[in-house]
């Protein structure tokens, strides 16, 4: 991941609605859920909650697949790894053990992601 990436990727998490939206998404992995649940699980309007699942899926963080009339939306979690791993990158000036805890926690949360589409 370059710098404009992460840049793209924090700014959209950095809207309280979108970060509400990714996390809701996380928990909701492998299977995602459509646009309209989304929306009811937020108890927002769906417009207002497409605009942010687009913002997001425009960053990388999302991926959305039409099933039908319904388009199902899904935590883009190896995006989410890389954005974790440049943040770290350089841990510690050159102790990685220092970043050990950090890495081991980050690591044992969930498998290893699948690349998003």
Known sequence: M???SALAALSALSQS???AIFRLLVRHEPDGLPAGHVAR???MPQ????THLAILTRAGLLSA????RQIVYRACLSRLQ???LFLVRDCCAGSPELC???IATLS??????QSCS
């Not at 044992?108 to 992601?113: K, M, N, R």
Request: proline fraction near 10%.
């Open 100 to 102: 050990a805890p950090l």
């Open 47 to 50: 417009n207002t909650i497409s």
């Open 17 to 19: 609605t979108r970060l």
């Open 108 to 113: 044992s949360c969930c498998p290893s992601p």
């Open 41 to 43: 699980h937020l108890d």
């Open 65 to 68: 697949q039409r099933h039908s």
């Open 82 to 84: 890389d954005l974790m």
């Open 2 to 4: 370059d710098m404009e």
